[in-house]
């Protein structure tokens, strides 16, 4: 990527993120920029928004004491 190409990369993104974080989205900046690559790709903004809602809605296994997020009979 040229310079100027990365620059401006970099600038939309930095925007994005600050429109992101005025808008309480949660999304860190990583998160924000694959979100952005997958529609420049061509992928659905809807269906990621509708991705992202109910991912927060699931409840964070990793978070969880090791005995709550595997069963007792795999222990």
Do not use: W
Request: charged fraction near 25%; glycine fraction near 2%.
């Amino acid at each position: 990527m040229d310079p100027d190409a990365a620059r401006t990369a970099r600038e939309s993104l930095d925007l994005a993120f600050h429109m992101s974080k005025l808008l309480d989205t949660g999304l860190d900046r990583h998160s924000l920029s694959v979100l952005i690559t997958l529609c420049d790709l061509g992928l659905n903004p809807e269906a990621h928004a509708a991705l992202v809602k109910e991912l927060r809605r699931e409840p964070q296994l990793s978070s969880l004491p090791l005995t709550y997020a595997v069963p007792s009979s795999l222990l």
